[in-house]
Each structure stands twice: as C-alpha cells, then as structure tokens.
Nanobody
Framework: QVQLVESGGGLVQAGGSLRLSCAAS????????MGWYRQAPGSERELVAE???????NYAGSVKGRFTISGDSAKNTVYLQMNSLKSEDTAVYYC????????????WGQGTQVTVSS
C-alpha cells in the first residue's frame, strides 16, 4: 500500500504555469507507473500523463507539448509541470500509483484543484 499526497494546485490565469507535486509514502522506484489524472465537473476522470519506473512517459494529446511529468526518487515525489495553461485545463488533478506485481492494484491521492481563469 502507498499513500499519495498532492499539492501545488491553485488559481492561475490563462497562459500561466503551475507545478503539481505528488509525494509518495514509499519509494517510487517500487511503483510500476505513476500518473496524473484530472476530472472536470460533469466529466469522467481522464489520464493526463504517466511515467513508468524506467522513465517512459505518456501524455494525453490535449496536453502534449505543454505539460511535463517527472520523478525525483530521492524525494519519492512525482511532478507535473503545467505551462501555457488553458481554461479547459480546469479540473481536480489526482495522482495515482500502479503496481503490477504480485497483482494489479492502483492507489489514488485526494486530489488538488486547478482553476485557470480566462
């Protein structure tokens, strides 16, 4: 089991930047994949970006080129750098940790609100 705590959300103007942090209670090197998801009101939760423990990354098309996911194993923290923010990026952002061995399980953080004003 792992606990995840997100921080860094807030209110920002369109075109601005924010960096979200997700602190894990255990070594992120033991986590197969860590990801950032978001959920806007009335919408389903969607994948924003994910990073595997060997450094491979994957991004949603809507954020590619604007957002960057990275990890710091020394701090057991994963970051989401968000640049050129748009009003449609407004959502609650959740951090997730996936394990595949010995069986699949996924853990979620409590979420952090990001609001982009136009």
């Amino acid at each position: 089991q792992v606990q995840l705590v997100e921080s860094g959300g807030g209110l920002v103007q369109a075109g601005g930047s924010l960096r979200l942090s997700c602190a894990a209670s255990s070594s992120i090197r033991r986590i197969d994949t860590m990801g950032w998801y978001r959920q806007a009101p009335g919408s389903e939760r969607e994948l924003v970006a994910e990073i595997t423990n060997d450094g491979n990354t994957n991004y949603a098309g809507s954020v590619k080129g604007r957002f960057t996911i990275s990890g710091d194993s020394a701090k057991n923290t994963v970051y989401l750098q968000m640049n050129s923010l748009k009003s449609e990026d407004t959502a609650v952002y959740y951090c997730a940790a996936e394990f595949r061995i010995p069986w699949y399980r996924k853990y979620w953080g409590q979420g952090t609100q990001v609001t982009v004003s136009s």
